[in-house]
């Protein structure tokens, strides 16, 4: 049995993973994916602090998975479809077998979201798309709209400026909700125009992306903007799917925590974008997994 699994090996994972390795508990980490979580969808960071001249979002996991392997840090790529909470110890399904723990640390993110309009589903892959890193060189001298008005999608605006020869920045207010140095960027790149008060109704196309049709909130004016891509930035859901019937949640699907990150089931703690919380960054999620392994180590010491 293991002292400590983590699911999710995102900022939150690596952390918890980097302290648990550390405080030498019998940790292994599962992703289901590649070390990194939502981080490694960004082009370029610079809001994490030691990092002056900003880092690459994949330079910047890189570093952190090899910090916590350098401890001795176990990850395997597992996804895992269940978990049972059982007095003093979890059990975790596996697509690779079951694995008992006396404690768990969830981390296991957040997705983005979807507009939910005619169109999105059919497109995703062919000019719908929500992430710019990934996507955005599809783009080189073609015209798309961003959808959002949030850090994300001004971020994301921005860094498509190096490909596309024009963005939309479609938002359903009149006052972007990003933070104001990105704002000021945002408005000083020609290349960028936002497009107010409007909010997606369908995505045209059906081999790739045609356009998008606009309704004005204020007016009820309806219009097609004509562009090759959409971006889709307008906030993320909590990967909850493990949880949802097992741990309180709050109103949004996001996992309710005390400030030890322990959650309404004992031996089970949260960190990073999956818990309710006021903000959701890098440096949030570093400081919810250094918390929460704490927690679960101090949690174990009065189990024995
Ligand atoms: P967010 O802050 O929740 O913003 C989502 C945006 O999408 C808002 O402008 C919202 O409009 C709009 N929106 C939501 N639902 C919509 C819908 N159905 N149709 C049209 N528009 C819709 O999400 P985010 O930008 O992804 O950021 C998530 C968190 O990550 C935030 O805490 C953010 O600060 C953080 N983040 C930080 C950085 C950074 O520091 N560099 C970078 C990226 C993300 P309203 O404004 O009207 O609600």
């Known amino acids: 049995m293991e002292d400590l699994i983590i699911i999710g090996a995102g900022p939150a994972g690596l952390t918890a993973g980097l302290y648990a390795a550390r405080a030498r508990l019998k940790t292994l980490m599962l992703e289901k994916l590649s070390p990194g979580g939502q981080v490694l969808m960004t082009d370029w960071v610079e809001n994490y602090p030691g990092f002056p001249d900003g880092a690459s979002g994949f330079e910047l996991m890189d570093k952190m998975r090899r910090q916590a392997e350098k401890f001795g840090l176990d990850i395997k790529s597992q996804e895992v479809s269940r978990l049972d909470v059982l007095p003093e110890k979890q059990i975790i399904v596996t697509d690779n077998g079951n694995l008992e723990s006396r404690a768990i640390i969830l981390a296991c993110g957040a997705t983005p979201q979807r507009l939910g309009i005619e169109g999105e589903s059919l497109l995703t892959g062919k000019g719908v798309s929500y992430c710019a890193t990934c996507d955005g060189p599809f783009y080189r001298e073609q015209e798309v ?13 921005l860094f498509l400026t190096k490909f596309a020869s024009k963005i939309y920045l479609v938002h359903r207010r009149d006052k972007l909700r990003a933070t104001k140095l990105l704002q000021e960027r945002a408005w000083s790149e020609e290349k960028i125009e936002i497009i107010w008060d409007s909010i997606p109704k369908r995505i045209v196309g059906e081999a790739g992306v045609e356009g998008i049709d606009l309704k004005n909130v204020k007016t009820g004016e309806e219009s097609r903007l004509s562009v090759q891509g959409v971006f889709v930035f307008i906030g993320y859901r909590p990967n909850n799917e493990l949880v949802k019937n097992l741990l309180e949640l709050d109103e949004r699907g996001f996992v309710v925590t005390n400030k030890y990150m322990e959650t309404s089931e004992v031996g089970v703690f949260a960190a990073g974008d999956v818990r309710s919380k006021l903000l959701r960054q890098i440096t949030t999620a ?9 927690a679960a180590e101090k949690y174990l010491e009065n189990l024995k």
């Open 145 to 157: 709209a961003v959808i959002g008005g949030g850090d994300t999608a001004l971020e994301e605006a």
């Open 286 to 294: 570093v400081g919810d997994g250094a918390t929460a392994a704490f």
